[in-house]
């Protein structure tokens, strides 16, 4: 039987509903004029609008300063002179210039209007980048002040000039404290402003400096005792409409096939909300909502327990049939209550602050940053309705091409059922007995030709379920917005470490998992096939779920462009080498040094644990927030560092083991101290992803890739070849394989989350991680002499001694690395003890004898 084509529809899945004309009207409306404003040439209009403004008010103020005088009398009278073609003015704008300069100067603020001309520029230039490139806010403040209290000064220093120096207003102010304070009150008051501007700016020092430490500031005792309390506001995330009555929720198409009856059931076993593209079809009997057949949990997984429960009713008609051949766990109901509370999550021994924590003592890392408000799901877009689209027409098509295809090669079989997934629909097959499973599995090419349709996927057998599964792309496909997942309350009430929402598997459970547990993430998949959004979505997850004293990012992006957005919240969630600028690290060398920067991290942070008789960061920070650990010996709050590199392959051909290594190690060691990896490659072949870092990442994520060797690179099993792109991944997570669809979050939905926490107030800077020197660069770069190496003096002495010039004598009898010996004979060539190198032969000796050295040395100092 031919298989019937399916028309290509373009559209989103969300706009196929029938509608009526008023309502497409309505809509067409409103998305024309949101288009507009999302449009990146109206933001660039606006932001060059604000810009000629703000360059026309300052060529009018500073031509005002010196045509006011001839322009006075003309200006006075007011903008009717704008009409009066017979009125000349001097200002360099004309009319209009002379005017608004006028209004703003003489009127308003005096010299100080000046400052408005910055905050048409902060604006203009944030809406042509599209980019928080100044705080709007933050001008605002200082313009408003500015303009208030420079204008009352300078009226009231330059009362009686014939220039009103500080303007109507400066005026007004200043005469009103005249009259309220006197002249010593309210030059007091001004005097007490400007003073208190200086030390809020500057903040001197009037006792003793205070220690500086690396880490954020620590909160003073009283405060902490406040924000336990209260600790980080969570924004009221909207509530996610569940389906109306009668609205069946996720498909599972159950079709009996009896040897002696020729005709299907076909059940519908509730899930996620599925809509029917079509009204049933002759040929279908019964559709029947029947209780999910009970899957065997995935670890991490929780949303699928947060569900709603089917009405226990339904469950009995459930057919024998259905229930797995092998006994599969099923979930307890102790563990589905657990799961379905929704109030708040009782303490474990895993939640976050197990510590027994005295409450008025404990300490509040959050607190340093206490005003600060998680991004709300309300930023997001639903992308589409999240209703599963499923023809039955196209089910029963599938279906009969399958058994069919099976038949031809004398298989035969005791019964299939499907479930619909959002992108693609399993079906599963329970062979007659005596039919071998490998038989199945090279049928592949054959059913897939016969369903023409690419992207089958068999799996053969489903472990666990002793069935064989045939994964069959939709022909409507949903996209699963992050929004959804985020807004979840199985993502809201988790109690991981480091929360993700990865997507929807294919039965629509939500895929939410633990970082912190997987403990490092390897991602593979082809250009084009969803890895930066999946990359997304994993650092929106973390932004929605932590607050920035918990978490810093690493993240690096050789290809450049792909992490810059959140360049805007360095101060608050990113880490990186103190003196370096950018905390998006671009540059291979600088990865390198992150890369080292972050072992160095990595081992301080063992050593505190160590010190503190703990054995993981969970442990350690809830001793340190129960205050059992002394800051003064170092002790300090230690956020969750997660590293995220954007294209591996690039740092890995560029820096090949200087780049594998510390990777390695971080991976092999970090788990423990809360340093967490993401490493992302558009080419996943085995010299890119080695034995070595394989071995480390036991958690890995393929995007469809390009062929079956990649997959088998990646995954250790064939199919992430097989997928459709646009998302649709392969999960490999504690040895279970699992596809998922993955959580779409566009590039302007990232944007304004990072706006959103942009906005915010932030540290003073971004976390610093510790000072890495390659000692390559020493060897070659000039140094100072006041920077000598501790030992220039003993190596001196000893070259002097020996009057020989060789590196190797430094290196044997001091016991020193090639580098750092190198390092010294170059310095003691600054110093004039040995000459230059002469190749193989070793350096002439310029100092004859030790007390010649030692004038020398005290010369140098
Ligand atoms: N989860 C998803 N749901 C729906 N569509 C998606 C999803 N992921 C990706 N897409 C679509 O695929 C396009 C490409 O995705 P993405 O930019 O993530 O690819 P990529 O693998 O990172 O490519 P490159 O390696 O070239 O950067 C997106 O613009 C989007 O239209």
Redesign the pocket.
């Known amino acids: 039987m031919a298989t019937k084509s399916k028309p290509k529809n373009k559209k989103p899945i969300a706009r196929n509903h029938n509608t009526t004309g008023t309502w497409k009207v309505e809509k067409e409306e409103k998305v024309q004029l949101r288009e507009l404003a999302k449009d990146e040439r109206t933001w660039k209009i606006a932001g060059t609008t604000f810009l000629l403004v703000s360059v026309f008010l300052i060529i009018s103020f500073i031509s005002y300063f010196f045509t006011w005088r001839q322009d006075f009398t003309q200006i006075s009278r007011g903008s009717d002179i704008l009409w009066d073609p017979d009125v000349k003015v001097l200002n360099l704008l004309g009319k209009l210039g002379a005017l608004t300069a006028h209004y703003f100067i003489y009127r308003l603020f005096g010299v100080a209007a000046i400052l408005i001309c910055t905050f048409f520029f902060v604006v203009g230039v944030n809406l042509l980048w599209r980019r928080r490139v100044f705080s709007v806010w933050r001008n605002l403040k200082y313009v408003t002040l500015g303009m208030l209290v420079v204008s009352a000064i300078l009226a009231f220093l330059l009362p009686d000039e014939e220039f009103r120096w500080g303007g109507g207003v400066g005026n007004m102010i200043a005469s009103w404290l005249r009259g309220s304070l006197g002249t010593i009150g309210a030059g007091a008051v001004l005097g007490l402003i400007v003073i208190a501007y200086f030390i809020w700016q500057f903040n001197p020092a009037f006792s003793f400096p205070k220690k500086l430490k690396r880490a954020q500031p620590e909160a003073d005792t009283a405060a902490a005792t406040e924000a336990m309390e209260q600790p980080v506001e969570e924004e009221a995330v909207p509530e996610i409409k569940k389906p109306a009555a009668g609205e069946t929720k996720g498909a599972k198409l159950v079709i009996d096939t009896e040897v002696e009856k020729p005709k299907y059931d076909i059940k519908l076993i509730n899930k996620e909300p599925v809509v029917q593209a079509k009204e049933e079809e002759e040929g279908y009997e019964r559709i029947t909502v029947l209780k999910p057949e009970v899957r065997k949990p995935t670890p991490p997984v929780k949303e699928a327990v947060a569900e709603p429960e089917p009405d226990p009713a339904q469950e009995l008609e459930m057919p024998a049939a259905v229930k797995p051949v092998k006994p599969v766990k099923p979930l307890s109901d102790e563990a589905l209550k657990l799961e379905i509370n929704s109030g708040p999550i009782a303490p474990t021994p895993e939640a976050a602050t197990p510590a027994p924590v005295e409450k008025t003592k404990a300490y509040e890392p959050a607190l340093d940053l206490k005003h600060y408000k998680k991004p709300s799901a309300d930023l997001l877009e639903s992308?589409g309705s999240e209703k599963v689209v499923q023809d039955p027409a196209e089910l029963e098509n599938n279906k009969n091409q399958i058994i069919k295809t099976l038949a031809n090669y004398d298989i035969e079989i005791q019964k299939i059922s499907a479930t619909v997934g959002p992108t693609v629909t399993l079906y599963e097959i329970v062979p007659a007995a005596g039919v071998r499973i490998s038989k199945i599995k090279n049928l592949e090419d054959d059913i897939a030709l016969s369903l023409s349709a690419l992207g089958i996927r068999i799996i053969a057998p489903i472990p666990g379920r002793g069935t064989i599964g045939i994964e069959v792309p939709n022909a409507r496909?949903t996209?699963?917005s992050m929004k959804t997942l985020l807004a979840s309350d199985a993502f809201r009430n988790s109690s991981f470490s480091l929360p993700i929402a990865l997507?929807k598997r294919i039965d629509n459970e939500n895929f939410i998992v633990d970082l912190a547990t997987m403990p490092h993430l390897l991602m593979a998949?082809?250009?084009?096939?969803?890895?930066?959004?999946?990359?997304?979505?994993i650092l929106v997850s973390l932004l929605y779920s932590k607050h920035p004293s918990q978490l810093k990012f690493v993240l690096v992006d050789p290809?450049k462009v792909?992490l810059s957005v959140y360049s805007q919240i360095v101060n608050h969630f990113l880490a990186r080498l103190p003196n370096e600028e950018d905390a998006i690290i671009t540059d291979t060398k600088k990865v390198i040094n992150t890369l080292n920067a972050l072992c160095i991290e990595m081992d301080n942070r063992y050593d505190l644990l160590k010190d503190a008789g703990c054995r993981n960061i969970k442990e350690y920070n809830a001793k340190f927030t129960a205050r059992k650990l002394n800051p003064e010996k170092g002790h300090q709050f230690l956020p969750f560092i997660v590293l995220v590199v954007?294209?591996f392959a690039d740092l890995i051909m560029t820096a090949g083991k200087e780049v594998e290594m510390p990777i390695a190690r971080l991976a092999q060691l970090a788990r423990a101290i809360g340093i967490h990896l993401i490493i992302?490659t558009?080419r996943p072949s085995v010299n890119i992803i080695t034995g070595i870092i394989k071995a480390n990442f036991p958690a890995r994520i393929a995007?469809k890739v390009s062929s079956k060797i990649d997959s088998r690179t990646i995954l250790d099993a064939g199919g992430a070849d097989q997928l459709i792109?646009?998302?649709?991944?392969l999960i490999s997570l504690n040895g279970e394989l699992s596809r998922l669809?993955?959580?779409?979050?566009?590039?302007p939905e990232v944007d304004k989350v990072v706006d959103f926490i942009a906005y915010q107030e932030g540290y003073p800077q971004p976390f610093l991680l510790p000072e890495y020197i390659d000692e390559k660069d020493l060897e070659t770069g000039d140094f100072d002499l006041d920077d000598r190496d501790s030992l220039f003096e003993d190596a001196a002495r000893l070259i002097v001694a020996n009057q020989i010039g060789s590196t190797s004598l430094l290196q044997r009898r001091m016991k020193l690395g090639y580098n750092r010996a190198g390092r010294l004979m170059d310095q003691l060539e600054q110093a004039g003890i040995v000459g230059p190198n002469q190749g193989s032969k070793a350096r002439e000796v310029l100092i004859k004898t030790e007390s010649e050295l030692q004038q020398h040395l005290d010369m140098l100092g």
Request: proline share 0%.
């Open positions: 992308h496909k996209i699963v997507g998949g082809a250009t084009g096939q969803g890895k930066s959004v999946g990359i997304n979505a290809k792909e954007d294209e992302a558009q995007f792109g646009k998302g649709d991944m669809q993955c959580a779409f979050v566009d590039t």
